[in-house]
Nanobody, 125 residues
């Protein structure tokens, strides 16, 4: 049974930093490309960042230069370092897994097979 469990969310002030983790089990983590998505209340889920199993990374334009996605295959864990958080980035952040190492459609949530339950990130003023 595949499980993705996010942690590290919380309440921070705008401008602060936070690191999210996604612990994976029930799959061969190193064979999967991984991503982070977020969903704010009343809004559609949106792509944040992706890391292919090769290690190549992709980011939404809105987070480039502030967020860093990384993975530790030995620990079966995905990370998202978020710096200088903005008020509008308050959302539930979820990790997702996609088997393989594809360059395309990494921002399309429909290509991901497994999802975590999400962790709440709230940036306050």
């Amino acid at each position: 049974q595949v499980q993705l469990v996010e942690s590290g969310g919380g309440l921070v002030q705008a401008g602060d930093s936070l690191r999210l983790s996604c612990a994976a089990s029930g799959l061969t983590f190193s064979l999967y490309s991984m991503s982070w998505f977020r969903q704010a209340p009343g809004k559609e889920r949106e792509f944040v960042a992706a890391i292919r199993r090769s290690g190549l990374t992709y980011y939404a334009d809105s987070v480039k230069g502030r967020f860093t996605i990384s993975r530790d295959n030995a620990k079966n864990t995905l990370y998202l370092q978020m710096n200088n958080l903005k008020l509008e980035e308050t959302a539930v952040y979820s990790c997702a897994a996609r088997y393989g190492d594809y360059a395309g459609r990494y921002s399309d949530n429909r290509v991901y097979s497994y999802w975590g339950q999400g962790t709440q990130v709230t940036a306050s003023s």
